[in-house]
Structure formats: C-alpha cells, structure tokens
C-alpha cells in the first residue's frame, strides 16, 4: 500500500469516526436528560448516563 493510498484510507477513516460526533453536538439539546446504556437480560435498562456534560473538580 502507497503512502498515498494510506492517507485516503485514513482520511475516510477519520470521516466516519467523526461523523456521529458531529451529529451528537448537533443535536445534542434533543437528547433527554438520562439515557440508558446497558440492558440486562430480559431487555430492561440497568444502567444509565446523564447526557449532560458535568465537570467536577
């Protein structure tokens, strides 16, 4: 593989890496305020995150 052929391939890469983040910032005040992350066995959420970024000192 070229080094050309590498950097289009990482530049690609990179694009759909970064595609969800944008769409994330995006819409982000369209999220609810807790989303579940984890399901348990029988499908019900058992775990879960604040969408809303915090920062602690």
């Known amino acids: 593989m070229t080094l050309k052929e590498r950097m289009k391939y990482l530049f690609w ?3 759909v890496i970064v595609m969800p983040l ?3 910032l995006a819409n982000y005040d369209r999220l609810p305020a807790k989303m579940a992350i984890h399901w348990g066995l029988h499908n019900k959420p058992n ?3 604040t969408s809303r970024l915090r ?3």
Request: hydrophobic share 35%; glycine share 24%; net charge neutral.
């Open 55 to 57: 920062c602690s000192g």
């Open 47 to 49: 775990g879960s995150w």
């Open 13 to 15: 890469s990179l694009v």
């Open 22 to 24: 944008f769409y994330g």
